[in-house]
């Protein structure tokens, strides 16, 4: 199937641990992105690549890290882990970030922080 | 103020009605406007988008698109218990490279 998929989906850890989560797309898209959905369904973004290259890096602590070793492939790495962190994170593909191209997301990471 | 603005709800709808969403934008540069959809616990999925002003229908859903007062909406007739979720506005800002989201609207339609 096409899609946007992400893994895991549920992660639950402890504060100070590092964690990742993985996301591929098999739309052929360009662009990929991450997005912080909090309790309240505010969703925010974070970060975008662009054919491995990165294009947005919003205003996120440096424990925050992408990285995209393809432009089929998104991963975030997270490092020592805060309660704050606790949210839904979303990837999502376009086909290209400069024109009208709609998101297709994935199916969310929900991450608890204990 | 915030770049986009959404009415959190919840908007309560009985079945068979037309549900009214709003949606207000700060860039007067935005050209790009969509709605998605989400239930709970589900990722966003697309319902409509809309470049010009007016009307866009598809199906059930019309959005509407008015720059001049920087204004958009979404209207679902025929409202149905399934309709039942929050919907996003989302906005692609004058030189932005990604989605700007407002927070959704709840809609509740009661059967």
């Known amino acids: 199937d096409t899609a946007v998929s992400q893994t895991p989906k549920y992660l639950v850890t402890q504060m100070g641990n590092d964690k990742s989560i993985k996301c591929e797309q098999n739309?052929?898209?360009?662009?990929m992105y991450w997005y912080k959905q909090d309790s309240k369904k505010f969703l925010k973004i974070m970060f975008s690549?662009?054919?491995?290259?990165?294009?947005i890096n919003e205003t996120v602590p440096n424990r925050f890290s992408p990285k995209s070793p393809d432009k089929a492939h998104l991963n975030l790495h997270i490092n020592s882990l805060e309660l704050g962190d606790s949210a839904v994170y979303f990837c999502?593909?376009?086909?290209?970030?400069?024109?009208?191209?709609?998101?297709?997301f994935g199916n969310g990471t929900r991450l608890t922080v204990t | 103020q915030k770049e986009v603005e959404q009415n959190s709800g919840p908007l309560s709808v009985p079945e068979g009605a037309i549900a009214s969403l709003n949606c207000t934008y700060s860039?007067?540069?935005?050209?790009?406007f969509f709605w998605y959809r989400q239930y709970s616990g589900k990722s966003p999925e697309l319902i409509m988008s809309?470049?010009?002003?007016g009307d866009k229908e598809d199906g059930r859903f019309t959005a509407q698109l008015n720059k001049a007062s920087q204004y958009v909406s979404l209207l679902i007739r025929d409202s149905q218990p399934s309709d039942s979720a929050t919907y996003l506005c989302?906005?692609?800002?004058?030189?932005?490279?990604?989605?700007?989201f407002g927070s959704g609207t709840r809609l509740q339609v009661q059967p």
């Open positions: 989302a906005v692609k800002g004058t030189g932005r490279r990604a989605l700007t």
């Open positions: 739309l052929g898209h360009d662009t």
């Open positions: 690549y662009n054919n491995k290259e990165l294009i």
């Open positions: 860039d007067r540069g935005s050209q790009s």
């Open positions: 809309i470049y010009s002003n």
């Open positions: 999502a593909s376009s086909q290209d970030p400069w024109d009208n191209s709609p998101l297709h």
